[in-house]
């Protein structure tokens, strides 16, 4: 961990930061066991890289914009998409903020937070997010927006398209390469032949940087500087953010592509184990303040699940709502 102080940030915010990381494991962790239990169908779990999600959302403020992609849980949820929404959406249920339980699960919306609807095929949220940074430059808005990527979706066609137009109009962009070495089963060795992925910002002509991914003060100072070059005229950042994916591409997937040791490894390095321990030997925080803390967002999840599995399926005379025009020919 590098030094809170040189990234501007207080004590204070270390806690927060913590308790944004644990909230978001925590929800994710109860979705794989209602996986498991067979009562929610599909889970895309974030794991692993909530350093990277928290620290990157503790830099933006009000009024940015983000699109996120589908293992950006804890991100989210920092950003206000509360763990019932994330319950009524996991269960398919008629209150679902994403899509009214239409849906899978993980493709996060919330218009009042500034999240932007995303789709199933990988990348296409790059050019959506660099549509809303034109328009904010064009409005002289003093905020930014954002896009997040696994390293498989950066060979795309839409991550080249996107970032290419980004830097031509100098657009407040931050693109971020969540890279945990895995687009589903085919590792990094397979997908890129370069060294880092953050180089490719050179074609773009804009700024670009690799960062630890599982240093939320890491990320968080890169998102900071990036956000400050992007309000002050300087154009798009793209950062690559290193981290692991702990458990399995989904909650369909057997990831026995990996070995033994390798899992146990990433377990071994659980970002969010680090920075609890990390927290721990700076006395910032303690087991009494772990305890309490463990207590409240149990409290929290049990409560959103619960009310998530009550509510009401959508009616079947819902299944064309906010899909066709109303008075179209479905909604005769």
Request: proline share 4%; with cysteine.
């Amino acid at each position: 961990m590098i030094d809170y102080k040189s990234a501007g940030l207080i004590e204070e915010d270390l806690k927060h930061i913590y308790k944004w990381m644990d909230l978001g494991r925590k929800i994710d962790e109860r979705l794989w066991l209602l996986n498991r239990a067979g009562k929610i169908p599909f889970v895309v779990s974030g794991q692993g890289q909530e350093a990277t999600q928290i620290g990157m959302a503790y830099a933006m403020q009000d009024g940015d914009i983000s699109s996120p992609y589908y293992r950006d849980l804890a991100f989210v949820t920092y950003m206000g998409i509360s763990p019932l929404d994330t319950m009524l959406s996991a269960f398919g249920k008629r209150d679902d903020i994403n899509s009214g339980g239409k849906q899978m699960p993980s493709h996060f919306s919330h218009k009042a937070k500034g999240i932007l609807s995303q789709s199933s095929p990988v990348a296409t949220q790059i050019p959506h997010s660099v549509g809303a940074a034109l328009a904010l430059k064009m409005d002289k808005k003093q905020n930014i927006t954002t896009a997040t990527v696994g390293e498989g979706s950066s060979n795309q066609g839409d991550f080249h398209e996107g970032l290419n137009f980004a830097g031509v109009h100098q657009l407040p962009f931050v693109c971020v390469i969540i890279n945990n070495k895995y687009a589903i089963s085919v590792p990094d060795s397979l997908q890129y032949a370069a060294e880092k992925l953050s180089d490719r910002a050179l074609g773009y002509g804009i700024y670009g940087e690799q960062v630890d991914g599982n240093d939320p003060i890491v990320v968080y100072k890169a998102m900071k500087e990036a956000r400050e070059r992007a309000l002050a005229g300087n154009g798009p950042t793209l950062i690559e953010a290193v981290t692991s994916r702990m458990t399995a591409h989904s909650s369909d997937d057997d990831d026995q592509y990996r070995s033994k040791d390798e899992r146990d490894y990433l377990k071994e390095n659980d970002c969010n184990i680090k920075f609890k321990n990390y927290l721990l030997e700076l006395g910032i925080i303690d087991e009494q303040w772990l305890s309490v803390l463990e207590q409240e967002h149990k409290k929290i999840i049990n409560q959103a699940t619960k009310s998530a599995e009550e509510a009401p399926y959508p009616g079947v005379e819902e299944a064309y709502l906010h899909v066709y025009e109303e008075g179209g020919q479905h909604n005769g």
